[in-house]
């Protein structure tokens, strides 16, 4: 598998005060990407942000923005984040079940990398008859909807099925994402890691970043 390991810090737990000096202390800090949680008050019990803040971070950041939707209806408002300038734009499959297929293709059609999220407690079965057709498997490892909460172990097995269907696009893990908890999303599979709180709380984000990094290193 020769995916490259990325490092995505989620800019919930961010200073938004200070969104430009953020971006860009987590780009010199090493980060791959910058993962952007879109959160609407109805699929999940916290509001965030929307298409005019992706844009404002799109004009400052200089790395690729894997954009997180954790929204209702989320095939409406593909076209817009997509126009905002989203890289990697994911959608959760619970919050599109019944027209999944549709909600694909409409945002397959933006021209987006496309990810599909899945909670905790959803399986990844109903995904396997779309993996051609999905580049990114964003498996979360705590319920959406708040930073800082602690990583499930118990949804590893989902990443292990993956791979093991053959599924060779990112993998990406989400939630309680730190020291402790990388070397076994990556063991398990994973090739992306988002971390919130641990490293915009870190005394040296660098540093946490490159550990985060290593914990996926052939040599250990
Ligand atoms: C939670 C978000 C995560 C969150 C992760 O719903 O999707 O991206 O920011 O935060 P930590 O790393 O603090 O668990
Ligand atoms: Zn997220």
């Not at 990407?33 to 400052?60: C, K, S």
């Not at 118990?154 to 402790?180: A, N």
């Amino acid at each position: 598998m020769a995916l490259e390991t990325r490092i995505a810090p989620s800019l919930l737990s961010c200073d938004f005060g200070d969104l430009a000096g953020e971006l860009a202390r987590a780009e010199a800090a090493g980060a791959d990407w910058h993962h952007v949680d879109v959160m609407d008050g109805h699929f999940v019990p916290n509001l965030t942000l929307g298409p005019v803040v992706v844009q404002a971070i799109r004009r400052r950041a200089t790395l690729p923005l894997d954009v997180h939707l954790m929204i209702e209806r989320p095939a409406e408002w593909a076209g817009r984040f997509a126009e905002a300038g989203a890289d990697i734009l994911s959608f959760h499959y619970e919050a599109a079940r019944e027209d999944f297929e549709a909600a694909l293709e409409t945002f397959r059609s933006t021209g987006c990398r496309i990810g599909v999220a899945v909670n905790p407690d959803q399986g990844v079965e109903p995904l396997r008859p779309y993996l051609d057709r999905i580049d990114l498997v964003l498996v979360m490892s705590v319920y959406a909807g708040f930073g800082g909460q602690a990583f499930l172990p118990e949804v590893l097995p989902k990443v292990r099925q993956l791979r093991e269907w053959g599924f060779d696009g990112d993998l990406e893990m989400d939630g309680g994402i730190r020291d402790t908890t990388a070397r076994a999303c990556l063991e398990a599979g994973c090739n992306v890691l988002v971390s919130g709180s641990y490293l915009f709380g870190a005394a040296d984000m660098e540093a946490a970043i490159q550990g985060l990094r290593q914990e996926g290193a052939p040599a250990r």
